[in-house]
């Protein structure tokens, strides 16, 4: 028969952990450095999904002889899943412990890669990556609720810089795994790789993973207040992933946004009814919470909607391979490795906000320098601003999750990850659609200026619609046949309009990340850190 230890964390606002595992479970099951390997190994395999995919998605298309808008749902299914998904997620984590949760989510998402792998239409790809989105955001907020619970209060930091660090470098090593495979491989090596990893990861959590929940944990589910924020995310999400091709003066764009705010008002007027809401409107009451909340959502516009277009900077402007235009991004990579853990040590010692404010400003400067890339800058140039803002983002990572997680208490850890993580995807979603939006416009305005004045042939609207959205991505819209001279005079005009966009959406992304920095001056180190300290042992 499992006893059980009732164990008083007394922090402000919390109840009392209870351990469900035996007491005499000691050794390997529960131990805080070996239940952040574990969490990471999972993790890691969210983060690369999130860019590795990319790379493989032309191989798909041909294989699959799918459409271009098939191709985009590879990747808008699977981030409108784990975006609508990961509140709620967190709260089951928090009602039936985040080890369950964390377990099932690294089963169902490895199940889910091998079973794209396996797929021979398009239709049943795009299924099943909704499904590992879903999945996804059951094992995301899980890890965090399982690094609070089982790190003592001053080592916290220090596990969170790891864990970002993890998801930095996974995300950032994504496109140059994703070139090795298809390229040596075939695409689907890019699913298949999660089985494994996936399989890993199970067999840990099993062997090391001890679950720990709140004595004043959730007994019931605000199933109206899901339906409310399940739907206001779906139209906030899917506004912001139509916007590019419907138009943002367009009716829907707005009719979708219009319902998020009517869903997100239904849903903070049912939170302040239900006996056991589903994000108690309390937590925001308290004003470091909120600014961390507000500072991931700034965070990751500028970083999200600044790298996407630097991508095809290097490959289309620079005529790199996709391998080559990853190596490129290793400063990025290698300063978020590096930065991550210091800066875990620097909030534990200083707190988050000095940390905080400087890793915005060094984004802010970052995003200032990328604006000023031309097509004959040089890598060591390039490297120094990746480096940069891989610096700066380091510590906002560490600091906004230790921010939001710490300052909520014990019993809605997974609710407060679920909020760290949607609040990246919201951002990273904006991000990419506010500053694609400034890249169109600016193309648009400049393109048919600079196309006359290179002397060539004037366009049709039709034909200037088509050159835009080429020119968009950093192509050139030639055709084959052309002249050599002609072709050089469209890739050199097409480059030129091409760069002064995205130098423009690079300074808004740096006016985002100086906003910010004020945010930062708000936040503080969380009062209910200590939650979890100490009961990673007995």
Known sequence: MTSQTTIDTTGPGDGAAVESEPAAAAGLRGHPWLTLITVAVGVMMVALDGTIVAIANPAIQKDLHASFSDVQWITNGYFLALAVSLITAGKLGDRFGHRQTFLIGVTGFAAASGAIGLSNSIAAVVTFRVFQGVFGALLMPAALGLLRATFPAEKLNMAIGIWGMVIGASTAGGP???????????????????????????????????????????????????????????????????????????????????????????????????????????LFRSVPLSAGVLLMVLMAIAFMGGLFF????????????????????????????????????????LGPRIPLAGGMVATAVAMYGMSTLTAGTGSGVMSVWFALLGLGLAPVMVGATEVIVGNAPMELSGVAGGLQQAAMQIGGSLGTAVLGAVMASKVDSD????????????????????????????????????????????????????????????????????????????????????????????
């Open 176 to 282: 140059i795994l994703g070139g090795v495979l298809v390229e040596h491989v075939n695409w689907q090596s890019v699913f298949f790789i999660n089985v494994p990893v996936g399989a890993l990861a199970l067999l840990l959590g099993l062997l090391i993973l001890l679950d720990h929940r709140a004595e004043n944990a959730p007994r019931s589910f605000d199933l109206p207040g899901i339906a409310l924020l399940s739907g206001a995310m779906f139209c906030l999400v899917w506004a912001l992933i139509k916007a590019p091709a419907w138009g943002w003066g367009d009716g829907r764009t707005w009719a979708f946004i219009a319902g998020s705010v009517l869903l997100f008002a239904l849903f903070a007027f049912w939170e302040t009814r239900v006996a056991e809401p589903l994000i108690p409107l309390g």
């Open 447 to 538: 393109l048919p200026g600079n196309w006359a004045g290179a002397g060539l042939p004037k366009l049709t609207p039709a034909q200037l619609h088509q050159a835009s959205e080429a020119v968009q991505v950093g192509a050139a819209p030639v055709t084959k046949g052309m002249p050599a001279t002609m072709v050089a005079k469209i890739t050199e005009v097409a480059h030129h309009t091409f760069i002064s966009g995205m130098s423009l959406a690079s300074l808004v992304a740096a006016g985002v990340a100086a906003v910010a920095v004020f945010v930062a001056l708000f936040t503080k180190r969380g009062l209910n850190a200590e939650s979890g300290a100490g009961v990673g042992h007995i």
């Open 310 to 349: 630097v991508t095809f900077y290097l490959q289309n402007v620079h005529g790199m391979s996709p391998i080559d235009a990853g190596l490129h991004l290793l400063p990025l990579t290698g300063m978020m490795i590096v930065g991550s853990p210091l800066a875990g040590a620097m909030i534990t010692k």
